[in-house]
């Protein structure tokens, strides 16, 4: 049991399709990362949740957005679709209290752009 | 900007040899440091991690790694490794008092039987 749970876990879109992937945080988190992996490679940050407010970006486009909800669940939205968009999308919640809280992961939503 | 670099990407051994990754970080500032583990079929997880105090740090299933600072590195270690080891390996560092952590590009360990 991953604790992080995201859905779905598998998606196709054609390209220049909108999507949105969905991550609810391990019970008692308050923070939700997105991460997208690409094949053989680590995980890239690509923005970090806390209070329903986003606040740190990593390199990626404004393509990219997201939200937070009171309950934590938070969403990952990515617009104009580029075939260089296909990967895993990962979720990893964890503590804001005393920011020294690893990162729980979920099992990441596989996202494939035709 | 902040990075990490994992030094072998394919690592392959037999059960009961030593293992060693090696980690370094780019980064001028007091980090925190995780080594995270991908089992085949499952979630990343964490393996152990480092935040203050001693630099050997001791993790689940008997792995270890070292802070050295000087170097900037955060090398992972176990004794003797099993078959149920096999899997794929993340250094990651997250600045103190930062928000987000960063990975290297994973490290994959097939031990064989």
């Known amino acids: 049991d991953a604790g992080v749970t995201q859905s779905p876990t598998h998606l196709i879109k054609t390209r220049g399709q909108q999507v949105t992937l969905r991550c609810s945080p391990k019970s008692g988190h308050d923070t939700v990362s997105w991460y997208q992996q690409a094949l053989g490679q680590g995980p890239q940050f690509i923005f970090q949740?806390?209070?329903?407010?986003?606040?740190q970006r990593g390199n990626f486009p404004d393509r990219f957005s997201g939200h937070q909800y009171p309950n934590y669940s938070s969403e990952l939205n990515v617009n104009a679709l580029l075939l260089g968009d296909s990967a895993l999308y990962l979720c990893?919640?964890?503590?804001?209290?005393?920011?020294?809280?690893?990162?729980?992961f979920g099992n990441g939503t596989r996202l494939t752009v035709t | 900007a902040q990075s990490v670099s994992q030094h072998n990407h394919h690592v392959i051994l037999s059960e009961a040899a030593s293992l060693e990754l090696g980690c370094n970080y780019s980064?001028?500032?007091?980090?925190?440091l995780f080594w995270y583990v991908q089992y085949p079929g499952q979630h990343l997880q964490l393996l152990l991690k480092?935040?203050?105090?001693?630099?050997l740090v001791k993790g689940i299933k008997g792995f270890e790694a070292e802070f050295i600072k000087s170097k900037f590195s955060f090398n992972l270690r176990k004794p003797s490794v099993q078959w149920s080891d096999t899997a794929e390996y993340f250094c990651?560092?997250?600045?103190?008092?930062?928000?987000?952590?960063?990975f290297g590009a994973g490290t994959r360990l097939f031990v064989k039987a």
């Open positions: 480092y935040f203050s105090g001693d630099p």
């Open positions: 949740y806390y209070e329903e407010e986003e606040r």
């Open positions: 990893a919640s964890s503590l804001n209290r005393g920011q020294n809280s690893p990162l729980h």
């Open positions: 990651a560092v997250k600045n103190t008092g930062g928000f987000k952590t960063i």
């Open positions: 980064y001028g500032g007091t980090v925190n």
